[in-house]
């Protein structure tokens, strides 16, 4: 006769408590950006939205920045380095398969013994956290999650290349999660679509990289982004925001009842465009912070919510719906209590 097992069981909700965000020293305009490709400030701006974007210096690794974001989300939350025992790092740039970053960020954040695992979602990785971790602390496999998403992806840039020359850039954000009185997490809606995946894609592999072979010009070979990008604004634009209305519906929230907007940032006329189709209100708020951070990937998201925390444009407590998108293609999104 087989035992009847016993099961967790957790928090009856959870929610965002804190968040934090690094953004890099180094301010990268577009003035400079223009001296590698052949292009203008107007053009980038009217095609992206970007005015800057950060690039990281040498001592700004992805630790560094993971560990300078959690630090102000846990103060931020009141959760203290020994109270985390989950810590989930979304990131595509930790360029060593293993061991995972996310155990020595636990480690040298204080958080001993801590569940610590890396995820690549890409530009999706924070929502993809967010659930899990909503997940983890409702079924009592943790009680105090730290999600980070981050990105050196000026290490991944090809800074000739005329398309995403002035698109990616640097940072970390972070969020603890842990467990509500109240529902603060709506559920996730969450997919993928690999028929497309070659639309935004890692040129070479890392084994190119390694055979010492160079480009014409003599430089290395060094894998870089590529991204096909008429075909991922219209993906983005459109079908990003069906799936947004589905994690509204998911949520029980109507438009109307939206009070924030946090998009991935990836571009300002994706936004505007998924604005446009969602009907939102015209007093939501709308996270724009792609205009001086450029696409970090998985940190913009918690980026722009501690920019629009900081700024006074949002509020703890308020609705919002969050919602990444990115190379996979995948995608998430849920309706979340702001911290």
């Known amino acids: 006769m087989n035992p009847t097992l016993n099961v967790s069981r957790g928090a009856k909700y959870s929610r965002m408590l ?21 292009s203008s400030d107007e053009w980038i701006r009217t095609r992206s939205g970007i005015t800057e974007r950060r690039w990281a210096s040498d001592d700004e690794t992805v630790s560094m920045m993971s560990q300078a974001a959690a630090r102000k ?42 569940a610590a695992f890396d995820i690549s979602a890409a530009c999706a990785g924070f929502c993809y956290g967010t659930a899990m971790a909503d997940s983890f602390i409702r079924t009592g496999a943790s009680k105090y999650v730290l999600v980070i998403g981050v990105e050196r992806l000026s290490d991944l840039t090809d800074k000739h290349d005329r398309s995403t020359a002035f698109i ?17 997490i709506g559920p996730v809606v969450w997919g993928s679509d690999g028929d497309q995946a070659d639309l935004i ?9 390694m055979d010492g072979s160079a480009h014409d010009d003599g430089e ?22 069906k799936t947004a209305a589905e994690a509204m519906d998911a949520a029980g929230v109507r438009p109307e009842d939206l009070e924030v907007f946090v998009p ?11 604005f446009k189709a969602l009907k939102l209100p015209a007093g939501v708020v709308v996270a724009r912070d792609i205009a001086r951070t450029g696409n970090t990937s998985a940190a913009s998201i918690p980026l722009a919510i501690e920019a629009l925390l900081e700024s006074g444009e949002a509020h703890s407590g308020q609705t919002a719906l969050i919602i990444g998108f990115g190379a996979g293609l995948v995608y998430a999104g849920q309706v979340i209590l702001l911290p």
Request: hydrophobic letters at 40%; charged letters at 15%.
């Open 18 to 38: 804190g968040v934090g965000g690094y953004r890099p020293r180094r301010v990268v305009d577009n003035a400079e950006i223009i001296t590698y490709i052949d």
């Open 73 to 114: 989300a846990m103060e931020r939350a009141g959760v203290e380095p020994g109270q985390i025992d989950t810590v989930i790092v979304s990131t595509v740039t930790h360029l060593h398969q293993t061991p995972a970053i996310a155990t020595t960020i636990a480690s040298e954040l204080g958080a001993k013994n801590a």
């Open 168 to 184: 990616f850039a640097d940072g970390a954000g972070a969020a603890v999660i842990g467990p509500s009185d109240t529902p603060a």
């Open 201 to 209: 894609v890692q040129n070479e592999p890392w084994t190119t990289a």
């Open 220 to 241: 290395p070979h060094w894998p870089s982004l590529r991204m096909n990008g008429n075909p991922v604004f219209k993906w983005a634009s459109y079908t990003m925001a």
């Open 264 to 274: 991935h940032q990836a571009n300002m006329r994706i936004t505007d465009a998924m």
